[in-house]
């Protein structure tokens, strides 16, 4: 995964435009790509998702209903965001999680687009929108965490 970052250049990032360091945005971000470079980077879906804010059809994407134990982290960068143990089916075509790995690996904000207040959740690691959270989830965050398939991928445990 090191080897991976080590390719990223910063300047004139979509991360930069936009980096306020207040909201729980990182302050720094140094694995950052220029749109171009996302481009050549990412299948179509997943630029879609990850770097035009875009969501999959329900039902559509590659995880949505997996139950194998595992990890899945950001089809980006490679960041760890989500372990198998606090996923569950929400009934909702997506993939839901309870919480993220770590708290640092994700950052959120409100997002007041299509006439709803929702928080949306991006990687920490490149920015990537990876979908939005919803106070609707079970135990023990009661939250509901819903994830593009397209913005993950999937590493089954050894
Ligand atoms: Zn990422």
Redesign the pocket.
Same mark, same amino acid.
């Given at each position: 995964m090191s080897r991976w970052f080590g390719r990223f250049q910063r300047k004139d990032s979509w991360y930069d435009k936009y980096d306020n360091g207040e909201s729980g945005r990182p302050v720094s971000l140094e694995r950052a790509r220029s749109e171009s470079e996302w481009r050549g980077a990412l299948s179509p879906e997943q630029f879609f998702v &990850?770097r035009q804010k875009g969501t999959e059809r329900p039902f559509t994407g590659a995880h949505w209903s997996t139950t194998a134990a595992g990890v899945y982290s $950001? =089809?980006? $960068? %490679? &960041?760890d &965001?989500f372990h198998s143990k606090d996923k569950f089916d929400a009934g909702c075509g997506w993939p839901s999680y309870t919480k993220p790995i770590e708290d640092r690996v994700v950052f959120t904000e409100g997002d007041r687009t299509h006439g709803m207040v929702r928080q949306e959740a991006m $990687? =920490? %690691? $490149? %920015? %990537?929108h990876l979908g939005h959270i919803f106070p609707d989830g079970p135990p023990p965050t009661g939250d509901r965490w819903c994830i593009n398939s397209a913005s993950i991928v999937f590493r089954p445990a050894d």
């Open positions: &990850l $950001c =089809a980006g $960068c %490679g &960041l &965001l $990687c =920490a %690691g $490149c %920015g %990537g």
